[in-house]
T-cell receptor
Framework: GAGVSQSPSNKVTEKGKDVELRCDPI?????LYWYRQSLGQGLEFLIY????????KSGLPSDRFSAERTGGSVSTLTIQRTQQEDSAVYLC???????????FGPGTRLTVL | GEDVEQSLFLSVREGDSSVINCTYT??????LYWYKQEPGAGLQLLTY?????DMKQDQRLTVLLNKKDKHLSLRIADTQTGDSAIYFC???????????FGTGTRLTVIP
């Protein structure tokens, strides 16, 4: 596709359920990033992939959060046993490689009831 | 960790200039960026400046960087209603993988 796409665009879930958020980066981009945007806060870095490896997971807030990337392309962010404080917009970005311009997807708005 | 700060709101009249400010704490920045976020959309890169520059102009946009004071600003000349959005400054640091973002400034342009 022409840009970074994310699905779903909106997700409402009940506390305690697991959710999966998907990111399709721009074709050929080796670097992929997940960020979280909470109300009134800036973007908080979660995890960085180079290819299928995640050399930097330092932003994941707890062990309920995990992510994987397959085929050097699609990435999935999984949140287990969701909590209300997980409610946020989750943004994915890709770049040709680390240090290059990051292109952002439209985000997934997650609401945990 | 790195702290990047912006004021939350700015209102201007259509046709006036807007100035959005950003301060940061870590001096090992390599590039500083301005992103625009419209409702329901991802972040769009507007412009960026290399950390050894002090000014960059791109059509209606002027970026000023005061490295001594760790202060970055974005000036939008002849602001239009289509400029209404949230503007984020962001910083890349030597050795860091991610960008560090400010809280965003919501710009409202009054017709």
């Amino acid at each position: 596709g022409a840009g970074v796409s994310q699905s779903p665009s909106n997700k409402v879930t009940e506390k305690g359920k697991d959710v999966e958020l998907r990111c399709d980066p721009i074709s050929g981009h080796t670097a992929l990033y997940w960020y979280r945007q909470s109300l009134g806060q800036g973007l908080e870095f979660l995890i960085y992939f180079q290819g299928n490896s995640a050399p930097d997971k330092s932003g994941l807030p707890s062990d309920r959060f995990s992510a994987e990337r397959t085929g050097g392309s699609v990435s999935t962010l999984t949140i287990q046993r969701t909590q209300q404080e997980d409610s946020a917009v989750y943004l994915c970005a890709s770049a040709r490689t680390r240090g290059n311009e990051q292109f952002f997807g439209p985000g997934t708005r997650l609401t945990v009831l | 960790g790195e702290d990047v700060e912006q004021s939350l709101f700015l209102s201007v009249r259509e046709g006036d200039s807007s100035v959005i400010n950003c301060t940061y704490t870590d001096s090992s920045s390599t590039y500083l960026y301005w992103y625009k976020q419209e409702p329901g959309a991802g972040l769009q890169l507007l412009t960026y400046i290399f950390s050894n520059m002090d000014m960059k102009q791109d059509q209606r946009l002027t970026v000023l960087l005061n490295k001594k004071d760790k202060h970055l600003s974005l000036r939008i000349a002849d602001t239009q209603t289509g400029d209404s959005a949230i503007y984020f400054c962001a910083e890349s640091l030597t050795g860091a993988n991610n960008l560090f973002f400010g809280t965003g400034t919501r710009l409202t342009v009054i017709p």
